[in-house]
T-cell receptor
Framework: AQTVTQSQPEMSVQEAETVTLSCTYD???????LFWYKQPPSRQMILVIR??????QNATENRFSVNFQKAAKSFSLKISDSQLGDAAMYFC??????????FGQGTRLTINP | GAVVSQHPSWVICKSGTSVKIECRSL??????MFWYRQFPKQSLMLMAT?????????EQGVEKDKFLINHASLTLSTLTVTSAHPEDSSFYIC??????????????FGSGTQLSVL
């Protein structure tokens, strides 16, 4: 069974600053993917970033990057130069391939102007 | 990019009635779709995996007779909440699996359906 834990129910950051959201996971799979999804007030799920577990290099998408520590089963998301539009619920998730996702509890991110 | 259309966006129904939610992949074929439920201020919980042309696979604790899933074509999966009760009120989200050339498999989410049972 796969589990995902997000220990920060809420986080806040000043606009233009950097914030890191934490995520730990557990899986018995040898080949899996890790994701960060953003859910704004519209509740549309938006993929922020994806990491293949077999890749050692951390994924990066513009202002978003991850710190993937496979041995520690840790997958944190760093948002640089935070913008007001980044305010949302962020969910960490894992899956084997593009199969069914297992989500963490979510972290509500607030951006202070 | 790939688009998944989910309809309706919101629905209000009386207790005891049935409600059907549609999930369509608009520009790709999806042999597999997934249905999630999200209660207020909580995470998404997988309900079932919908496979085109075969029976859905339900997660533990999800009543298959209450949440009927039909995946009759490669672009449409439906979730019917039968004999709905107030405790079924929730946000339901579908996702569809697509194979993108040069990228591999990706998941695309619908915009969700808010069900309120009175």
């Amino acid at each position: 069974a796969q589990t995902v834990t997000q220990s920060q129910p809420e986080m806040s950051v000043q606009e233009a600053e950097t914030v890191t959201l934490s995520c730990t996971y557990d899986t018995s799979e040898s080949d899996y993917y890790l994701f960060w999804y953003k859910q704004p007030p519209s509740r549309q799920m938006i993929l922020v970033i994806r990491q293949e577990a077999y890749k050692q290099q951390n994924a990066t998408e513009n202002r978003f990057s991850v710190n993937f520590q496979k041995a520690a089963k840790s997958f944190s998301l760093k948002i640089s130069d935070s913008q007001l539009g980044d305010a949302a619920m962020y969910f960490c998730a894992t899956a084997q391939g593009a199969q069914k996702l297992v989500f963490g509890q979510g972290t509500r991110l607030t951006i202070n102007p | 990019g790939a688009v998944v259309s989910q309809h309706p966006s919101w629905v209000i129904c009386k207790s005891g009635t049935s409600v059907k939610i549609e999930c369509r992949s608009l520009d790709f074929q999806a042999t597999t779709m997934f249905w999630y439920r999200q209660f207020p201020k909580q995470s998404l919980m997988l309900m079932a995996t919908s496979n085109e042309g075969s029976k859905a696979t339900y997660e533990q604790g999800v009543e298959k007779d209450k949440f009927l899933i039909n995946h009759a074509s490669l672009t449409l999966s439906t979730l019917t909440v039968t004999s709905a009760h107030p405790e079924d009120s929730s946000f339901y989200i579908c996702s569809a699996r697509a194979y993108i050339t040069g990228v591999g498999e990706k998941l695309f989410f619908g915009s969700g359906t808010q069900l309120s049972v009175l």
